[in-house]
């Protein structure tokens, strides 16, 4: 397991050569330090590999490679080219759909199936921002007859994008691909916990022809590496997915060092809302799947679930029986919905959550221990009577937990929906436009689903209000975090000033 690659194998993918450097302009080098780190297999607990590790100094390599390139060859690139390195790039994920999927699931653990579906959208997300490179446009204005003025927009430059462990392709193509489409250069920092898949994707990057510098992927940790690119003063803009906690840190990092510009898409708290109009046969299917797909592990997951006093009682029996089919074990297993949680950490903070909704007084309807004795995993678990200040009722618990509580009102969803200091997403499930509509205005998130959750879309704008962000991604939103804006004004004739 020594030098830049090793051999691994997946019962999905077979054997194949896993890269484990940093990978920087578009060679595979081995850290300054010389440091690895070992990547664990959540659902049996052993170390897949070691991979190296970057570490400030590598940071400093990398950020010079990416500054290279877009002062360079980069910047010389038409727009239309960089939109073809995208849908090459797109084509090739499709081609290696499997592999991709069988390093997630091998590495963070969620089931194989699931991964096919990021792999396509991680395509889609791609081909979409390639669309896109060859139509940013600027515009005329006029002012004064004497002067032309244009205003055109420019890449904002070398982009520091960190990323985390639940969606690690994906959330790996959302970032590099609208600020390629712009034209910047990137050093993407993978998640520690899950760094194989994006290293996979780097040889991907290379043979779809980026030129050398264009996209870093460096492995590492966060407050080492991911501090070092936070605060680096050769970083023109910082794009961060993650907690909320860590969001302040680079938000932070940003001020105290060159005011780079900064996105963050952060927690979430997110309230799933059912009326008692809804189907609820539907609305249980949707419930289910918004808080248990992805082990929970997703900062839109709807943790809060609100249902209308009237049905109640039926809907808490209901979602239980759905909620036990929910098959959790081996991720490359043919049925299985949950795999294991990322790591011993991840599962110590909701196995804690757990342990302290049961102290608060909440009563447990399903769930609530580990599942098996080896592996990550954890029983879906639902929660009833809880209060709205409970910590599970407040807190990101960022697994297979859900707190379920009754409204009568349409006044009262409302305000219950909004209790939280968080605003990523929420869901309304009822059969009553009006209700949808007004519902949906007065929720303070940035994603509302009626009828309908977790289904985003890479043409869909996707972020938070309040503490869950700053920034948008994906749709033609994402655009404007990796642009700014230039004012040429010119004076038009001969005539002398003053
Ligand atoms: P978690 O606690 O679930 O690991 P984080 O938000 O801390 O979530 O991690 C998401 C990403 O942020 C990872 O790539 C991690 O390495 C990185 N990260 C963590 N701490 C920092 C930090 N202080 N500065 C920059 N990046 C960080």
């Not at 791609?126 to 896109?132: A, E, F, P, S, T």
Request: hydrophobic content about 40%.
């Amino acid at each position: 397991m020594s030098g830049l690659t090793t051999t691994l194998e997946t019962p999905t993918g077979g054997k194949y050569e896993q890269p484990t450097g940093l990978f920087i302009n578009n060679e595979w080098v081995k850290g300054v330090d010389g440091k690895e780190f070992e990547v664990y297999n959540p659902a049996n607990e052993s170390v897949t590999c070691k991979v190296s590790e970057a570490t400030e100094k590598d940071v400093d390599i990398a950020v010079a490679a990416a500054r290279k390139a877009f002062e360079g060859p980069w910047r010389k690139e038409t727009p239309e080219n960089r939109g073809k390195l995208l849908v090459k790039l797109s084509e090739l994920f499709e081609k290696n759909l499997d592999l991709l999927a069988s390093v997630e699931a091998l590495d963070n653990g969620k089931a194989y199936n699931m991964a096919k579906v990021d792999i396509s959208m991680c395509a889609g997300t791609l081909r979409y921002y390639g669309g896109w490179a060859d139509k940013i446009e600027g515009r005329v204005t006029d002012t004064t007859p004497d002067t032309f003025n244009y205003i055109k927009k420019e890449p904002v430059g070398v982009c520091a994008q960190i990323i985390p462990w639940n969606f690690p392709l994906l959330m790996f193509a959302w970032k590099i691909a609208p600020a390629i489409a712009c034209g910047c250069t990137v050093v993407i920092k993978t998640a520690e916990q899950t760094p194989l898949g994006g290293l996979v994707a780097a040889n991907l990057i290379k043979e779809a022809g980026f030129p050398p510098g264009v996209i870093n992927v460096i492995s590492g940790f966060g407050k080492t590496a991911g501090a070092a690119l936070a605060s680096h003063m050769d970083v023109d803009k910082v794009a961060f997915t993650g907690s909320t906690v860590t969001g302040r840190s680079i938000l932070k990092a940003a001020a105290g060092s060159n005011l780079k510009k900064v996105t963050l898409e952060l927690g979430g708290k997110s309230p799933n809302i059912v009326f008692a109009d809804a189907d609820i046969d539907n609305a249980i299917s949707w419930v289910n799947f918004g808080i248990f797909f992805n082990h929970g592990q997703c900062c839109c997951a709807g943790s809060r679930i609100y249902v209308q006093d009237t049905i109640y009682d039926k809907f808490v029996e209901k979602f239980k029986e759905r909620a036990q089919k929910n098959v959790v074990g081996d991720p490359f297993a043919k049925d299985t919905f949950q795999g294991p949680q990322v790591s011993q950490l991840q599962f110590d903070r909701i196995m804690n959550y757990i342990k302290a909704g049961k102290e608060a007084g909440a009563k447990v309807e399903i769930g609530g221990n580990r599942k098996g004795d080896k592996g990550y995993f954890i029983e879906p678990t639902i929660f009833s009577n809880v209060t709205e200040d409970m910590k599970i009722m407040q807190e990101e618990i960022f697994g297979p937990v859900c707190a379920i509580s009754k409204f009568s009102t349409q006044e009262e969803a409302i305000r219950v929906g909004n209790a939280t200091t968080y605003g990523l997403a929420a869901a309304v499930h009822t059969k009553n436009l009006n209700t949808a509509i007004e519902v949906s205005n007065a929720l303070k998130a940035g994603t509302v689903w009626v009828n309908t959750y977790n289904t985003l879309h890479h043409q869909m704008p996707f972020g938070g209000y309040k503490e869950s962000g700053i920034g948008r991604e994906l749709g033609e939103d994402a655009l404007s975090n990796y642009l700014q804006t230039k004012t040429v004004s010119i004076r038009l004739g001969d005539a002398l000033f003053g």
